[in-house]
């Protein structure tokens, strides 16, 4: 059994790590990790896992937690991560980060986030759909949720070289801004209401620019909007997708259903997707359609931004690290409606 632990598990995150994680054929849950709860069961705060977990939350050092987790989740705010990766990469743990820290180049990452970096060095990007190499790695930097939805979306046509302009807005339920309530996330500001924010300048376009680009390194020309709605999980993308040349909803589809092929977590369903289709699972659906005179694609995209956004991401990559199928203790349908 593969010995788990996560570090900051009190969160959201950390809560559905620890929910995914429970049934895993794979995985024993080790420890959890919290400073302020030090001491305290973990169901006192995540009250779903009642019967399911006897842990109490914990406040080890790195060392501890090396001799005692074959891998360790770092569920923690941006700029945490960092002061944990050395240490924890020093024996034969593997790391999957959940934060910002190493999704981008260092010097980007510098820039975007005003936080000078204590630990440069390189990861793969852990969106495991474009890079497979997660498993040959000790250490993976998780996506985004914003930037998976964006990039699944998107990714087919950009490594066809076909898209000029790619205009992204993204809708994302109120669990994506964390456990800490704030001004977008209090009911009465958000009931009956969708806010838009970081209007030009959200930090999660970096994201997006360096994968697509990574396929073509002329799309440049790359924005992304998004949104709070009043709604506890999900990212749904509307994906405007402007092209080098006119194409047919039908060869769209060829591109994609090649491209995807063999992604299990990667569905193509007809019509609108749903997030309620997706809600606590770990697929992405996509769907699509053409616009031949104006040279345009659109193409929807729906996530469960605390799954396939997060936690379930990082345990595919998990997975694939460890020489396990990308699918286990993960293939479950949607909890709908």
């Given at each position: ?168 807005d993204s809708k994302t339920g109120i669990s994506g801004a964390g456990i800490s309530p704030t001004q977008n996330s209090h009911y009465p500001n958000l009931a009956e209401n969708i806010i838009p924010y970081k209007l030009t300048a959200h930090r999660h376009r970096a994201e997006i620019v360096q994968e697509l680009t990574g396929f073509d390194e002329d799309l440049r020309n790359i924005n992304f909007t998004p949104h709070v709605i009043p709604s506890i999980r999900g990212i749904f993308t509307t994906a405007h997708l402007f092209t080098k040349e006119p194409l047919s909803t039908d060869e769209v589809k060829t591109i994609y259903e090649e491209f995807y092929r063999d992604k299990p977590f990667i569905r193509l ?69």
């Open positions: 059994m593969i010995k788990a632990g996560i570090i900051g598990a009190s969160g959201y995150t950390g809560g559905e790590l620890l929910r995914l994680l429970v049934n895993h054929p794979s995985v024993k849950l080790e420890l959890a990790t919290s400073r302020s709860l030090e001491g305290k069961p973990v169901t006192s705060t995540h009250r779903h896992l009642e019967g399911f977990l006897d842990l109490k939350y914990e406040n080890p050092d790195s060392e501890n937690i090396r001799e005692r987790c074959d891998v360790v989740f770092l569920a923690v705010p941006h700029g945490s991560s960092m002061n944990y990766v050395p240490e924890l990469l020093d024996g034969n743990t593997k790391v999957v980060d959940l934060s910002a820290d190493y999704r981008l180049e260092t010097s980007e990452f510098e820039k975007i986030y005003g936080i000078k970096h204590k630990d440069p060095r390189n990861a793969v990007y852990g969106l495991v759909e474009l890079h497979p190499e997660v498993e040959e790695e000790n250490f993976v930097a998780n996506t985004g949720c914003f930037p998976t939805g964006a990039t699944l979306a998107a990714a087919p046509l950009a490594a066809a070289g076909l898209i000029d302009i790619a205009v992204f369903p007809s019509g609108v997707p749903s997030l309620t289709a997706v809600r606590g699972s770990n697929f992405c659906d996509i769907s699509f359609e053409a616009d031949k005179e104006n040279n345009r694609v659109v193409v929807l995209s729906a996530i469960d931004n605390l799954v396939k956004g997060a936690s379930g991401q990082a345990i595919q990559n998990m997975n694939l690290m460890f020489g396990l199928d990308e699918t286990c203790g993960l293939w479950l349908p949607a909890a709908a409606p």
